[in-house]
T-cell receptor
Framework: RKEVEQDPGPFNVPEGATVAFNCTYS??????FFWYRQDCRKEPKLLMS???SGNEDGRFTAQLNRASQYISLLIRDSKLSDSATYLC????????FGDGTTLTVKP | DADVTQTPRNRITKTGKRIMLECSQT?????MYWYRQDPGLGLRLIYY???????NKGEISDGYSVSRQAQAKFSLSLESAIPNQTALYFC??????????????FGEGSRLTVL
């Protein structure tokens, strides 16, 4: 079993849709959690950190459930520019990446 | 200028050749990493270094070696390249004291093709 598992993609949604990505991790000692965005084989860039209390940044909401070892990313009112691959990252000393979920937002 | 710079950005080489990928950073971070990404997969850790005298193997270190020449420089070497090392390689840095715990800052990537 992989240390970090993400929903298999791809997700194809119309503009304006709400889409949710899920990620589970196996190491209960993991300390920090992140969502990164990667465009078309470019370098990943931090989208947002994920906290137990949940956090929101505009149209993006991230949640962490330590008991279930699960994190999520919700994107509301999807834009064409949201099309990318979203990587779940779990850190406990070193960072472990999920395989990514590809989102395509269509007009 | 980019804070994390990788050279070369693209390289095509032949089986058996020695290849070095270089990474330099101006962020002042102690921690540096080399990752590999294959199509459809996430990033897998090859080696990491938490300071100049510290080198650690990641999950896929076989066939690779690294050198941390200075705080700002971390090089990845393929002593004898083979075709299944064809991939996109990323260097990254982090510093828990800056940008939050564990946030990684990536170079633009080095695309390596081994024929």
């Amino acid at each position: 079993r992989k240390e970090v598992e993400q929903d298999p993609g791809p997700f194809n949604v119309p503009e304006g849709a709400t889409v949710a990505f899920n990620c589970t991790y196996s190491n209960s000692a993991s300390q920090s959690f992140f969502w990164y965005r990667q465009d078309c084989r470019k370098e990943p860039k931090l989208l947002m950190s994920v906290y137990s209390s949940g956090n929101e940044d505009g149209r993006f909401t991230a949640q962490l459930n330590r008991a279930s070892q699960y994190i999520s990313l919700l994107i509301r009112d999807s834009k064409l520019s949201d099309s990318a691959t979203y990587l779940c990252v779990v850190t406990g000393g070193k960072s472990t990446f999920g395989d990514g979920t590809t989102l395509t937002v269509k007009p | 200028d980019a804070d994390v710079t990788q050279t070369p950005r693209n390289r095509i080489t032949k089986t058996g050749k020695r290849i070095m990928l270089e990474c330099s950073q101006t962020k002042g971070h102690d921690r540096m990493y080399w990752y590999r990404q294959d199509p459809g997969l996430g990033l897998r850790l090859i080696y990491y270094s938490f300071d100049v005298k510290d080198i650690n193997k990641g999950e896929i270190s076989d066939g690779y070696s690294v050198s941390r020449q200075a705080q700002a420089k971390f090089s990845l070497s393929l002593e004898s390249a083979i075709p299944n090392q064809t991939a996109l390689y990323f260097c990254a840095t982090s510093d828990p004291r800056q940008g939050g715990p564990g946030e990684l800052f990536f170079g633009e990537g080095s695309r390596l093709t081994v024929l």
